[in-house]
């Protein structure tokens, strides 16, 4: 039958150890192990069925995602998982909600923003889930603009209290996840004002409802902001509004490791940068690059897998029609997501590690690599969930029609996905931050002041400026150090164009507002780059597993030289490669492709998915589509009766023709 034999004849053919490679994409074989015991966990559970969300109302869907997320807690408090298992556990439930941001904003920002006191204090009560927090620092006025907000947090010194205060309908908090329905508490960003003077943004831990009936606390407004693009999808999710009428909290609620404020009412700075206010936001861009992967590999698995059970046109020898897969346009368009998957995969695991370090060394006070921390974040998370983003929509596309179905998966995984490109930090603004540490980058060359961590190569700045790439034949593209060099060059190039640009301007900040477009593009140069070395890294580290290197090689370099092909006119108008080199780039990628073609679903069965996770009658494990599609489409309610509601009202009376006189 269609579909079963094809998936079983395309994993008869992969041509690498599948086991070892689900190890290389987990991350170790640990990580594996408990990926896999607790996806099936869930996938098993009745309770964590997700199959009806996209039909239901708003307030049933709500109250639907409440009970899945006590039954989490109540599992991982039954089995006594560990913090990872009970993360994974959160990760297959595959349901925004408050959780979300009560462990991957609240408490990580009392960790990374309070004094040991206040994590003494507050951690206990967040681990145990006896307040839940959620993060408000956007309001209806600002976002981008941290800077910009307006909520006040006003010391009085009679009382030892702050008193936060919404002072406009536009310093109202708008958008916190959580916040609308559920959280108890939330750290709420706001200035900072003593004796009149405004000292800038800071975090304070807010009560906001009450322990135990949940109504707000006096001077408290609060509800959910609405509904939201697509159905079910981020709808699970309540995010809220906010408003404070003069609400007083104790000075202690503060969040005090970046500044103090004394019982006299004195601000003492201590150490560490002021940027470590925005601390959480780093970390959870760091997350966000990881999960790009996830949610590009879920759509590639579904498109990929359907792609070898659909055929259309081509009749063969034996009768049978072509599989799409085998189609080179849809080879071109599939087989670059795929590879970025990977690509994703492996940068979000170095960023994870820079993070890591960078952590380390802020607790010995070393700040020097919080720049660059910052920037890899920030122009990491714009390119993997703007690439992530496009990639779901190209996967639908590339699933035809069906594609199109809510049981295919695709379209709640967008409409999920795509605020990714928006919240914690809109991409384009955080490129421009990239683009601001390029161009101070290139302006100290030659200070003496050495470029370092993923700025190294613009000390190469000579030898960048002038090189030629070397390729004369399509194989010579295969070569790590031809591919690398031709991204460095790039990215030297466009940024120091950028820089010689800017330096025509008397005022720099207007110079860098007009230049602002080929600064986002010198700033995506530089990522890609990133993308791209840390590819090439990984595959100098040992590799287990038959044909498991091969493999990767061939999805490094399909994705370097699709995002050659891709920006081109960079290449080219920077003279880092010549037109007869592009065309060879491109004969090589074609040939990349033949060599992926038939490891095509080997390589999505590495993610590991069950078929739960996927939720995709086109992506199911066995390739049964046409049956299950059938069956699908008979759960609608729209189809519980035969006749429509509605139909005695709406369309007899057209048929019948009884509207007619009423119109004449
Ligand atoms: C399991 C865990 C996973 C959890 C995932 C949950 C996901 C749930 C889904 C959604 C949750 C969503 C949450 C949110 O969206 S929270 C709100 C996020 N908001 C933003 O991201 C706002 C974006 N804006 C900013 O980050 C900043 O305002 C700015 C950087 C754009 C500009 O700030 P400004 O104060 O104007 O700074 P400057 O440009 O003047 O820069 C000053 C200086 O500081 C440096 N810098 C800026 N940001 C940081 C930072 N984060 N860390 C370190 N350093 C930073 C900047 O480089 C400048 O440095 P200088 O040039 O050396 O002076
Ligand atoms: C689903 C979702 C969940 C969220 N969850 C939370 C949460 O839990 N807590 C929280 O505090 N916030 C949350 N947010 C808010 C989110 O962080 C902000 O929406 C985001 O930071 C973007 O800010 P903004 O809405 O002000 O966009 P704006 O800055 O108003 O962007 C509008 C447009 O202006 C452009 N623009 C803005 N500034 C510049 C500039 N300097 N140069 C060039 N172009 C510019 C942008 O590129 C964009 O095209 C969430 C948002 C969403 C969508």
């Known amino acids: 039958m269609a579909g079963f034999d094809d998936l079983a004849s395309e994993r008869s ?121 959620c993060y408000a620092q956007t309001e209806l006025g600002h976002g981008s603009n941290v800077q910009g907000l307006e909520t006040t947090a006003t010391f009085d010194p009679q009382t030892d209290e702050f008193i936060i205060h919404s002072p406009t309908l536009t310093s109202s908090k708008w958008w916190p996840g959580g916040l609308g329905k559920v959280s108890t508490h939330a750290v709420v960003y706001g200035r900072l004002i003593i004796d009149s003077k405004d000292y800038g943004v800071n975090g304070f831990i807010v009560q906001l409802r009450s322990l135990d009936d949940h109504l707000p606390l006096p001077g408290i407004t609060i509800g959910d902001i609405g509904m939201k693009f697509g159905s079910g999808a981020y709808n699970t999710m309540d995010n809220g509004v906010l408003r404070f009428d003069h609400v007083r909290i104790p000075r202690d609620q503060m969040l005090m490791r970046v500044s103090q404020v004394t019982r006299e009412g004195k601000l003492v700075q201590s150490n560490v940068p002021w940027q470590l206010v925005y601390g959480t936001m780093v970390y959870v861009r760091q997350k966000i690059v990881s999960d790009a992967s996830c949610a590009l590999s879920r759509a590639v698995c579904i498109a990929t897998r359907y792609s070898a059970v659909r055929r259309q046109f081509g009749l063969q020898s034996n009768g049978i029609e072509t599989q799409v897969i085998d189609y080179k346009t849809q080879q071109s368009r599939l087989f670059p997501l ?24 802020l607790q010995a006070s070393d700040f020097s690599t919080l720049p660059e921390a910052h920037a890899c974040t920030a122009g990491l998370k714009s390119l993997t969930t703007s690439a992530t983003a496009d990639g779901i929509e190209e996967c639908r596309k590339l699933c035809g029609g069906h594609g199109y179905l809510c049981s295919s998966g695709l379209p709640e995984l967008f409409a999920v996905y795509i605020p990714a490109c928006t919240y914690e930090g809109d991409n384009i603004v955080l490129l421009l931050q990239v683009a601001r540490f390029l161009i101070k980058t290139v302006s100290q060359l030659g200070s003496g002041k050495e470029p370092v961590g993923t700025t190294v190569y613009m000390g190469r700045v000579e030898q960048l400026m002038q090189c030629h790439c070397a390729v004369q034949k399509a194989e010579d593209w295969l070569k790590p150090s031809v591919i690398l060099e031709a991204f460095e060059a790039r990215s030297m190039r466009m940024s120091v164009a950028s820089a010689q640009n800017l330096a025509k301007f008397d005022n720099q900040e207007e110079g860098f507002l007009e230049l602002s477009a080929d600064l986002v593009q010198a700033a995506v140069a530089h990522c890609q780059l990133i993308v791209v070395s840390k590819f090439i890294e990984k595959l100098q580290q040992d590799i287990p597993g038959k044909g498991v290197k091969g493999q990767l090689e061939a999805l490094c370099n399909i994705y370097a030289l699709f995002i050659l092909h891709k920006h081109l006119g960079d290449f080219l108008s920077t003279g880092c490669i010549t037109p007869k080199q592009a065309s060879l ?80």
Do not use: C
Not at 43 to 69: H, I
Not at 73 to 87: F, G, M, P, Q, Y
Not at 338 to 361: C, I, P, T
Not at 643 to 654: A, K, L
């Open 13 to 133: 053919k992969a041509q690498f150890d599948v086991e070892e490679m689900k190890v290389i994409w987990a991350g170790s074989r640990h990580t594996l192990e408990v990926s896999d015991r607790i996806s099936r966990l869930v996938a098993n559970d009745p309770v964590f069925r997700k199959d009806t969300r996209t039909m239901l109302s708003r307030k049933d869907l709500f109250k639907n995602t409440l009970r899945k997320a006590a039954h989490a807690w109540k599992r991982i408090i039954e089995l006594r998982l560990s913090e990872e298992e009970a993360a994974e556990l959160r990760f297959y439930v595959d349901e925004p909600a408050f959780m979300d941001l009560h462990w991957g904003m609240f408490i990580p920002t009392i960790k990374g923003q309070g004094t040991e006191e206040q994590q003494q204090k507050w951690l206990p009560l967040a681990y145990k889930m006896k307040i839940i927090g």
């Open 338 to 361: 795929l590879a970025s998957a990977y690509a994703f995969r492996f940068v979000g695991e170095w960023l994870k590690w820079l993070y890591m370090d960078v952590n380390q060394r």
């Open 585 to 664: 780039a491109n004969a090589q990628l074609r040939s990349l492709y033949s060599q992926v073609r038939p490891n095509a679903i080997a390589l999505v069965d590495a993610f590991n998915y069950t078929d739960h996770y996927l939720s995709s009658v086109l992506g199911r494990y066995d390739g049964n589509v046409y049956p299950k599609l059938y069956e699908e489409a008979w759960k609608d309610p729209l189809n519980d009766s035969v006749v429509p509601d509605g139909y005695q009202e709406y369309i007899q009376p057209i048929l019948k023709q009884q509207l007619r006189n009423a119109r004449l």
